[in-house]
């Protein structure tokens, strides 16, 4: 009996697979160990695969069984490792040093081999259980060979494989230092006229990763401003690399790794489903694809209750728990939500004699439920930049790099400090580094009668004066980060219609 090591992927996890080839004499061919159709008709890819390229799937009694049993396996991915079994096996091929790699791909009829999803969770696997390298599909070579000290043999044909296993000489590639560089563009802040007010709210969001909504008529850059979020972010940490680059992967949307802070602005058609993840056999949807980067909501009325509702939880959690009949997985979620919209359904700002009534606009703005809004750290309004201010060179402007410096020197006091992004504190944190004085404390407590502050929404406060004050290198909160960290939950225009 041979046995190939080969990969199952769970959420975003990798789980070791024993691809068992049993032949003895006889005529049947069997497959055991819970496969789906797609591993079931590996049978004939294999074969057709064999025969084109000189071998042959023998006629004898075959039983591969894919362990352990109790864990599906999905996917065309297996026809390598099952092919390889195979001729071991069957004594066509001879590769002593087999259990020293995990092997996957799919074969094509030709023998050619495709790409496959996940192939990053597989590669950290096979780290993780020592083995020396992967055998993967030419297409993945760069998803692999970033997981350092592995060897990586990347084929594209079959007997390309089977000649370096023949001539015991393997051309593998692996990368002992991992370069990561942002070469994703998303436009510069220096692109943006006016709207001084605006980007010094998105530089705070920015230092301590908060959420933030932006309310404004059509035209005042919105959209604008909120797609150049990711150039004033820092640049991803290895780590946080890899756990991106692994999302991607498991969905197929990979073609190497994501080294920018992610950008999705999903439309607002979009079902629940595809927003949080899921489907029969669970997959990401568009808030883990947002994973350490921004979830852009555009038009954020025109999304539907049910999509709306399902923020709420991973905004606290920063993750999200998929549990269906056969399994139940878990994805990393942790994103800045920027949400956009317009004050009425008209674009402008309610007015008495306007074409849009007052019921209109309370039913357009009653997304905004009050448990929402308490999760959303920062609240601005966004007004149209005057005609005499769009004359203005942009050269005058600040460019995305000048406050990424700022962004990133705030950060690094946060991470120095606490280990985290303020956005990310919890209770005992927020008492811990966010105290106040007596006076900012009476202050805080006497504002929050007057507009009815929640304890949610006052833990939001304190986590964006703390931004403000980290900004500032200041080790307290004074009176003045307070003001300024109000002014941004003020949305004095429009709060008469909010429930």
């Known amino acids: 009996m041979e046995?190939?090591?080969a990969c199952a992927v769970d959420g975003i996890q990798g789980i070791k697979v024993?691809?068992?080839?049993?032949?003895?004499?006889?005529?049947?061919?069997?497959m055991v160990g819970l496969p789906d159709n797609a591993v079931k008709e590996s049978h004939y890819r294999i074969s057709a695969a064999l025969k084109n390229n000189g071998l042959a799937l023998p006629v004898r009694h075959i039983i591969i069984n894919l362990a352990p049993a109790d864990i599906r396996k999905e996917g065309s991915a297996y026809d390598l490792p099952i092919a390889i079994g195979i001729l071991l096996a069957t004594s066509q091929l001879n590769f002593t040093s087999i259990d020293q790699y995990l092997v996957m791909g799919e074969l094509s009829l030709d023998g050619s081999?495709?790409?496959?999803?996940?192939?990053?969770p597989m590669a950290i696997k096979a780290k993780e259980m020592g083995l020396k390298g992967v055998i993967i599909p030419k297409e993945n070579q760069d998803e692999a060979q970033f997981i350092s000290e592995l060897d990586v043999i990347a084929v594209s044909h079959l007997s390309e494989l089977i000649s370096m296993i023949n001539g015991n000489q393997f051309q593998t590639s692996r990368s002992s230092?991992?370069?990561?560089?942002?070469?994703?563009?998303?436009?510069d802040f220096s692109d943006v006229v006016g709207q001084h007010f605006v980007k010094r709210a998105l530089e705070i969001v920015a230092s301590g990763e908060h959420n933030t909504l932006m309310i404004g008529p059509p035209g005042s850059g919105k959209s604008m401003l909120a797609q150049r979020i990711p150039s004033i972010l820092p640049s991803l940490t290895q780590k946080e690399v890899i756990e991106t680059t692994r999302?991607?992967?498991v969905i197929g949307k990979n073609n190497g790794v994501i080294s920018a802070p992610p950008f999705r602005s999903p439309h607002h058609t979009i079902s629940d489903v595809a927003l949080v993840g899921g489907g029969s056999h669970p997959m990401p949807g568009e808030m883990s694809l947002a994973h350490n980067g921004v979830l852009f909501l555009d038009e954020f009325p025109e999304f539907k209750r049910s999509v709306v509702e399902v923020l709420r939880q991973p905004l606290e959690n920063r993750e999200i728990t998929i549990s269906r009949a056969l399994k139940s997985c878990t994805y990393p979620a942790k994103f800045m939500l920027v949400l956009a919209m317009n004050p009425s359904p008209a674009g402008n700002y309610y007015e008495e004699n306007s074409m849009c009534s007052k019921q209109k606009v309370f039913k357009y703005l009653e997304k905004l439920s009050k448990p929402l809004l308490d999760r959303i750290d920062v609240q601005i309004e966004v007004d149209p930049v005057p005609i005499k201010d769009?004359?203005?060179?942009?050269?005058?402007?600040?460019?995305?790099?000048m406050i990424k410096k700022r962004v990133i020197q705030a950060r690094e006091v946060q991470y120095e400090r606490q280990g985290k992004t303020n956005a990310l504190l919890n209770s005992t944190e927020l008492k811990k580094f966010c105290e106040l004085n007596h006076k900012e404390k009476h202050f805080l407590i006497k504002v929050g009668k007057q507009i009815n502050l929640t304890a949610r929404g006052y833990a939001r406060i304190l986590k964006v004066s703390r931004t403000i004050a980290d900004m500032e290198g200041s080790n307290s909160i004074h009176m003045n980060h307070i003001l300024e960290s109000l002014q941004y939950r003020s949305l004095e225009r429009i709060k008469s219609f909010l429930v």
């Open 177 to 187: 230092t991992l370069t990561i560089e942002n070469k994703k563009n998303t436009g």
């Open 18 to 30: 024993e691809v068992q080839v049993h032949v003895e004499r006889g005529a049947k061919f069997y």
């Open 113 to 120: 081999i495709k790409a496959i999803k996940g192939v990053l």
């Open 390 to 401: 769009l004359t203005v060179p942009c050269e005058m402007n600040e460019t995305s790099e």
């Open 3 to 5: 046995k190939i090591i």
């Open 247 to 249: 999302i991607y992967s």
